[in-house]
């Protein structure tokens, strides 16, 4: 990142995690940009839409808080990936914890808006893909994600579970079995 000639997208993720530690900006800036799209995909999949931002941001800060203690021992995009599902679930128990705390619920009043319909409709059906994903097993909850999300091919998710594709193709099979039965009955 001396170099002049030197262009902060070409170096690995590894590459960029050294020069960041060593406090070069443009090096966190290139983890940012690279990494955005993924972490607000997921996050976007697990939280509700006006709190994708807010709890993308924190992601994002956390990064920048731990970076140092990266160590290497796994991708630095699994090690991403945790800390945006830590996050998440930081969220979720903060929503459960205010919801305990108070009865009122703030309901916001949408504005004369022309696709308001077709909002609420994807809202509609982002919800009840949220809420059954939601009560899936953990291990079902993360080939989903990183299979739709993430858009990881099977080769990638094998590799990074420690799994063979088999075994992985076996258990997205499963999980979207899984997915579309919850779904069936939320619909219910």
């Given at each position: 990142?001396?170099?002049?000639?030197?262009?902060?997208?070409?170096?690995?993720?590894?590459e960029l995690v050294h020069f960041a530690k060593m406090g070069k900006q443009d090096a966190f800036?290139?983890?940012y940009e690279r990494f955005l799209p993924a972490?607000?995909?997921?996050?976007r999949f697990k939280v509700p839409e006006t709190d994708v931002e807010d709890v993308t941001q924190e992601v994002f800060i956390a990064i920048l808080k731990s970076l140092h203690g990266f160590r290497g021992q796994s991708k630095f995009s699994t090690w991403i990936r945790t800390i945006t599902n830590r996050k998440i679930v930081d969220y979720h128990r903060a929503r459960v914890v205010a919801a305990t705390d108070s009865n009122d619920y703030d309901h916001t009043e949408f504005g004369e808006q022309p696709d308001r319909d077709e909002f609420l409709e994807r809202q509609d059906d982002l919800s009840i893909i949220q809420s059954a994903l939601s009560e899936l097993p953990q291990n079902y909850q993360d080939i989903l994600l990183m299979r739709f999300v993430?858009?990881?091919?099977?080769?990638?998710?094998?590799?990074?579970?420690?799994?063979?594709?088999?075994?992985?193709k076996s258990?997205?099979?499963r999980s979207i079995a899984a997915l579309s039965e919850k779904m069936q009955e939320e619909n219910e």
């Open positions: 990142m001396n170099r002049p000639d030197l262009n902060p997208g070409d170096l690995t993720d590894e800036a290139t983890i972490v607000y995909a997921r996050v993430d858009e990881m091919p099977f080769n990638e998710i094998a590799r990074q579970n420690g799994q063979s594709i088999d075994a992985t258990l997205f099979r």
